[in-house]
């Protein structure tokens, strides 16, 4: 019998409230807007809806900084707001993943409020102090270059509390069981309020026991396993999709070598090497990258993306792979961030529709869970004149009305993009849907393709030897299916010749252009890839 692993198949859409649809016209998405947009997401066909954090917060940190687990913060509704999205959400069949943020917690919530202001208060060993400046306190930074220390003092006992991220962001001790209680009852009230799963926030750090003057704490990945079994006894299909930027041998400490730990995890590092081929045209990286991820357990998914909330993260690349990407994708240095990265949404950095289509053909070609980054079906840009991280979170643009029909208020939480291309009077939702030939239309139909493909999902795979660095090959089989797909890096057309034995099929039914491919008298097919082309086909053996 085979498990309903549903995340196997699935397509998540990752949103922001703050940016996607505001209901009381306050100038703020909130949880009203979003109801009235989820016919929009079900007949673009996704199945999942990935919420980025909309509780309680000072808002300092785009909402990662929480003040309070167990609500909703007022600009984004009610929590009697959030169970009729739920509600409705699940009568579409979309089931709803939220992040789960609990390496730190906000300066204002209440715990470090208590833990701060005495050293005998018992919230004090929720968190991580030393009583003298450590050595290292200005080292291990996440966003170096604007982050200036982990460790600072609290003035009134005179100590210093660690945060991985800024200073208004101080990390919980997770070591401490009473937290695992706490991280274990946010879990607990969550889930019974309907939603489907967690996407974790910095899974690395915290599974880390950072201490002061120690360079690499040690990790404790049996608390992911527990995190797990209390998941799956309190709803049994419930999943945990893990942000963890490592290296690949160790991703399978956070799966857990018999498929115990974390269900998904994002690919960040094949993610910088799709990104280095779509920058120089090689595939071989992209292949190695994959090869190196391959080894997961059955019951394991990685979930792949090529643009997320932050910044194109290609601190994994070398030094001169990353010079590459630089030059092809980011060479102003106000498009660049943290020293590693770009801070561009993924239209405007192709610079071409072809490319935009290759990328995410293969993105969802790719073996795992595709998740699509809102407004990026419909090629929203970025607005550079925005701080960081929040060039790439300006408010989806809806229509061509003022604010691109996000919001009616004089004042947003974001400006909307209002010059150039990227403009929403002309990059917009309702200028695309009755375009035939809109990306949003084509990311409809590529969404369909991936949902009619389970092999990609379940299936094993293998790549395919092309003759060619600018074409990757991949080959799925399951059950007795074979799905063969092509893709070519190059802006020049290429022909390709496949031996039966390669195909492993006779007949090949193009899945995107009413083609059939039957072999020669030698044996053999010919495909032909238009430049930045891709072809997606089922193989038959008769």
């Not at 949404?345 to 809102?374: C, D, H, K, W």
């Not at 090629?379 to 790439?392: H, K, S, W, Y």
């Not at 061509?400 to 209002?418: A, L, Q, R, T, Y």
């Amino acid at each position: 019998m085979i498990e309903d692993l549903w995340y196997k198949n699935a397509v998540i859409y990752s949103l922001d409230l703050e940016t996607f649809m505001d209901g009381n016209n306050d100038g703020t998405g909130d949880f009203e807007g979003l109801c009235r947009r989820l016919d929009y997401l079900h007949a673009l066909g996704l199945d999942t809806i990935w919420l980025a954090p909309f509780q309680p917060t000072p808002n300092r940190d785009n909402g990662y900084d929480i003040s309070d687990f167990y609500g909703v913060d007022p600009r984004h509704g009610s929590s009697g707001d959030f169970v009729e999205f739920i509600h409705k959400a699940r009568k579409l069949g979309i089931k709803v993943i939220i992040d789960l943020v609990v390496n730190h917690t906000s300066d204002q919530h209440r715990w470090f409020q208590e833990a701060r202001s005495s050293k005998d208060n018992p919230k004090r060993h929720w968190y991580i102090w030393s009583d003298k400046r450590p050595k290292d306190w200005n080292k291990g930074m996440v966003f170096p270059g604007v982050q200036k220390a982990t460790w600072t003092m609290e003035k009134k006992t005179k100590s210093y509390y660690f945060h991985r991220f800024y200073e208004f962001q101080p990390d919980l001790n997770t070591d401490n069981p009473e937290v695992r209680e706490e991280i274990a009852r946010i879990m607990g009230y969550w889930l019974e309020l309907g939603i489907a799963g967690f996407r974790v926030d910095a899974v690395p750090f915290i599974l880390e026991s950072p201490a002061p003057g120690v360079e690499k704490p040690p990790m404790h990945f049996e608390y992911l396993k527990d995190m797990r079994k209390f998941l799956q006894w309190r709803r049994g299909d419930a999943v945990l999709l893990g942000e963890a930027n490592v290296l690949p041998e160790e991703s399978k400490e956070y799966f857990g070598k018999e498929g115990d730990g974390i269900h998904l995890m994002f690919n960040f590092f094949v993610n910088q090497y799709i990104f280095y081929a779509l920058a120089t045209n090689d595939t071989r990286p992209l292949i190695k990258a994959l090869e190196q991820t391959k080894d997961i357990p059955k019951n394991s998914q990685w979930a792949h993306f090529l643009r997320n909330h932050d910044e194109l993260d290609l601190g994994r690349l070398t030094e001169e792979e990353r010079e590459k990407v630089f030059e092809r994708f980011g060479p102003e240095e106000d498009m660049q961030l943290y020293h590693r990265g770009i801070r561009r949404r993924l239209s405007p950095m192709l610079g071409n529709r072809l490319q935009t289509e290759l990328a995410y053909s293969l993105m969802f070609s790719l073996p795992g869970t595709p998740v699509i980054r809102y407004g990026d079906e419909i090629g929203m840009g970025e607005d550079l004149t925005l701080p960081e991280r929040e060039a790439v979170r300006t408010p989806m643009q809806w229509t061509g009305d003022e604010n691109g029909g996000f919001s009616k208020s004089k004042e947003i939480i974001n400006p909307v993009i209002s010059e150039g291309y990227y403009a929403y009077e002309h990059t917009n939702v309702e200028n695309q849907r009755r375009d035939p030939g809109s990306l949003l239309n084509w990311m409809t139909t590529l969404i369909r393709l991936r949902k009619e493909c389970p092999e990609i999902g379940y299936g094993e795979w293998e790549i395919m030897d092309t003759g060619f660095t600018e074409i990757l090959g991949m080959k799925y089989t399951w059950r007795n299916k074979i799905l063969l797909i092509w893709h070519n890096f190059k802006e020049t057309s290429l022909e390709l010749v496949v031996p039966e034995k390669q195909a492993g099929a006779a007949r090949l039914i193009d899945l995107n252009n009413n083609i059939e491919s039957k072999l020669d008298e030698r044996g053999r097919h010919t495909i032909t890839l238009e430049a930045y082309g891709y072809r997606w086909f089922k193989g038959y053996t008769e």
